[in-house]
């Protein structure tokens, strides 16, 4: 089983640094959102590593050289993420919303000043994993206990799942909700490899992927007004009607998948931890 997370980790790993050079290019939406994810996926397989390894492996030493770098081009893909919304928006409401998109343009090019002065500060060998390290940690895994520890670490999991969604909702909880799902996603082939299963949860690794993503579009929304609000601040902007229209719109659709979420989403996982 060592083989297939070390598959995993050269996957995503190269996946990383090939997106990386891209963002270095030309700060590229696609190449930054490949670049966030890859980083997702080696934070969520770091994370069982640890609990594989019995502790010795530690998740955020690992994770620190990777650290600054995700929240900088984290802050970009917002920016990019609330600029591809206003689109669609513009198709669904039959408007224009040229001159937000605008400001949006001018705050994703102050983020990547920011990020470029913070590579400037960085040397190539802080930024990058230690492949030799990460490797040899996973070579050095106790094939007789992993089965063992990963159940463990998925009754971990499942648990918080449990624990969240019989709490009253809110959005931070929702979030917390999804990263976990996220998580469990990632991680999927590796477990069920490992405990001889087809799924981990109740749902099909299909399932949980639409179920991940849906919450994700949601996350979306509830991001959004925080530019909107930020852009009203702004002296002399455009505060007319169709730009209020927008936020009420956006507010709306948020409300009703959220409703979704907690109403016909969060059942299918109660059913399986019940």
């Known amino acids: 089983m060592s083989e297939l997370i070390k598959a995993y980790y050269q996957e995503h790993k190269a996946v990383f640094d090939e997106k990386f050079n891209r963002v270095l290019e030309g700060f590229n939406a696609d190449a930054i959102h490949k670049m966030r994810t890859s980083t997702k996926r080696l934070r969520a397989l770091f ?22 770098l995700f929240k900088y081009v984290g802050r970009i893909r917002e920016i990019q993420i609330e600029q591809m919304l206003v689109w669609s928006y513009e198709e669904k409401l039959d ?37 030799e390290k990460i490797i040899n940690s996973i070579e050095s895994l106790n094939q007789v206990k992993l089965v063992k520890r990963a159940e463990k670490y998925l009754a971990r999991q499942i648990a918080r799942l449990s624990e969240i969604i019989t709490q009253r909702p809110n959005n931070k909880r929702i979030h917390e909700v999804r990263t976990t799902l996220k998580q469990l996603y990632y991680l999927h082939d590796i477990l069920t490899g490992i405990l001889g299963r087809t799924k981990i949860l109740s749902v099909t690794k299909t399932r949980l992927r639409e179920i991940e993503q849906y919450l994700g579009n949601w996350h979306d929304l509830v991001n959004s007004p925080k530019y909107m609000n930020a852009w009203f601040r702004t002296k002399g902007v455009d505060r007319s009607e169709k730009y209020l229209a927008m ?5 709306q659709d ?6 979704e979420i907690t109403r016909n989403i969060y059942p299918e996982f109660r059913l399986h931890n019940s």
Do not use: C, H, P, W
């Open 47 to 68: 994370q069982l590593i640890q609990v594989l390894s019995g502790n010795k492996f530690k998740a955020k030493k690992q994770l620190k050289k990777v650290r600054g």
């Open 247 to 251: 936020k009420k719109q956006i507010q």
């Open 254 to 259: 948020s409300n009703s998948m959220r409703m």
């Open 95 to 131: 408007s224009n919303y040229s001159d937000y998109v605008e400001y949006l343009l001018k705050r994703e090019n102050r983020e990547i000043v920011v990020f470029q002065k913070f590579l400037s500060t960085q040397k190539k060998k802080d930024i990058l994993l230690d492949d």
